[in-house]
């Protein structure tokens, strides 16, 4: 079993700043990637940002240059910065790991429960 604890969210006013952190525990072999997903009332779940083994990251187009993932192998955790905040990002943001199980050698794919932030205009 592969256990993910999400912490960080908040209110806050619109230009200011969170930074959320996920972090795996349990049967862990090795992570390929760690990553942040959002979704909005009334919206599908999106992509935020996600960085694989190797360090490589993606972000939604509509955080670039805004928010920036990063990630410390050592303690299973990533990190989401989020900067100049807009009342559009307001979301329930959820961390998804994906990682071979240290019981199986299977791929594993799990979701945190979710964190919410609130931007205020």
């Known amino acids: 079993q592969v256990q993910l604890v999400e912490s960080g969210g908040g209110l806050v006013q619109a230009g200011g700043s969170l930074r959320l952190s996920c972090a795996a525990s349990?049967?862990?072999?090795?992570?390929?990637?760690m990553g942040w997903y959002r979704q909005a009332p009334g919206k599908q779940r999106e992509l935020v940002a996600r960085i694989i083994s190797g360090g490589g990251t993606n972000y939604a187009d509509s955080v670039k240059g805004r928010f920036t993932i990063s990630r410390d192998n050592a303690k299973n955790t990533v990190y989401l910065q989020l900067n100049s905040l807009k009342p559009e990002d307001t979301a329930v943001y959820y961390c998804?790991?994906?990682?071979?199980?240290?019981?199986?050698?299977?791929?594993?794919?799990?979701w945190g429960q979710g964190t919410l932030v609130t931007v205020s205009s």
């Open positions: 349990g049967a862990i072999f090795s992570i390929n990637a």
């Open positions: 998804n790991v994906d990682a071979v199980s240290g019981v199986d050698l299977g791929s594993v794919e799990v």
